[in-house]
């Protein structure tokens, strides 16, 4: 009963408001001072609620991996966490040679949500909202990068841990695994971008059923409806088995390969096409075409003149 999406819908919005969303797009993030969000304060009130650590590997393939790592609470976000996470987002952005991240779990499942704790703890709607924008930057800003990116999930994402399945380019789901957008039971929705992000993904209805019926989503239910790209097999044969990491390096790898200035443009090109109206991303895609013209890549192509058989 869930759609088969393959189209975009899209919405004209005013000059000035354009213009500003352009403005804050740069920066990464949606909300600023402008907003009255202080980056700073919301991150004094997050560290008060410690545990856990995301960790993050950049590999000399230019792949990184990083890692939710939580596991005696099934790798539930801390408020230290979040903090973490945008430390991490921010090396990533300032990463030269970088072309793709691996976003997974610790210890074979990926993530519970918002540590309930602290849930609890900061249960008013102010607080609430703050962590929201906080969470909101950090994912947006995930989303932007200018790395491809692929949430590899094993065992569960609940609640904020699927929202941040939403943020990256690509999910891949192990046999079994289990994508749950949860909210709904503990009387919330989502906040942290992830009901705007999923709209775009599997389109309006498909989400209002994974939202309205908090439906578990598993793998082959998410390749139907276009939330999941691939599946990954879970070989009995333990000596051959590859690991869910193995697999996910190796489906990314398809798309990485060569100069990591040419997959960069790749992304950025993308990315526009996705969130800025026709106008501005046919500007932004030949500024970024200007980048890569001329370049060692493209002399080196011309200079060999392949061909693409
Ligand atoms: C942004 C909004 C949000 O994200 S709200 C949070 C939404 N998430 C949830 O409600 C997840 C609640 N947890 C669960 O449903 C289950 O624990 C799941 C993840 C299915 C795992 O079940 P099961 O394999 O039986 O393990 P378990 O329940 O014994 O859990 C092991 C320990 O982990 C803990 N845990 C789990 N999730 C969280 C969480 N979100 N925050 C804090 N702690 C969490 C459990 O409490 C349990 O801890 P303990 O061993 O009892 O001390």
Redesign the pocket.
């Known amino acids: 009963t869930f759609l088969v999406k393959n189209k975009s819908s899209y919405h004209e919005i005013s000059p000035g408001r354009e213009k500003k969303r352009l403005q804050r797009q740069s920066s990464g993030s949606v909300y600023s001072s402008i907003h009255g969000f202080s980056q700073e304060e919301i991150k004094e009130k997050l560290l008060a609620f410690p545990g856990g650590s995301i960790d993050l590997l950049k590999q000399d393939s230019g792949i990184a991996v990083l890692t939710i790592n939580n596991p ?3 790798n ?2 801390s408020g230290a966490m979040m903090v973490d996470l945008e430390e991490k987002v921010t090396q990533l952005e300032n990463w030269t040679d970088g072309k793709g991240v691996i976003v997974q779990g610790a210890a074979q ?1 990926f993530c ?8 609890r703890a900061m249960s008013n709607s102010q607080d609430g909202m703050k962590m929201c924008m906080f ?1 909101q930057n950090t994912l947006t800003r995930l989303l932007r990068l200018p790395l491809i990116s692929v949430a590899l999930v094993e065992g ?1 994402a ?4 699927a ?1 941040l399945t939403t943020a990256c380019d690509f999910r891949l789901m192990a046999s079994g695994s289990v994508i749950q957008f ?2 709904k ?2 009387g ?1 929705v ?3 971008g ?1 009901a705007a992000r999923l709209v775009t993904l599997v389109g309006s209805r498909n989400a209002l059923k994974l939202l309205g019926g908090a439906v578990k989503v598993d793998s082959e239910l998410g390749v139907h409806i276009g939330l999941a790209d691939g599946v990954l097999k879970v070989d009995l044969d333990a000596a051959r088995a590859e690991t869910g990491l193995q697999q996910a390096e190796s489906w990314l790898s398809q798309y990485t390969k060569g100069p990591a200035p040419v997959i960069k443009a790749v992304k950025k090109v993308v990315l526009s096409g996705r969130e800025l109206s026709l106008s501005d991303a046919l500007r932004t895609e030949k500024d970024i075409f200007g980048s890569v013209w001329g370049g060692p890549a493209n002399l080196q192509a011309l200079a060999s003149k392949s061909k693409h058989k």
């Open positions: 005696p609470r099934m539930a976000f499942t519970s949500g918002s540590d309930l704790n602290a849930v969470m569960n609940l609640g904020g841990g929202e949860v909210h039971h503990m919330l989502p906040g942290w992830g």
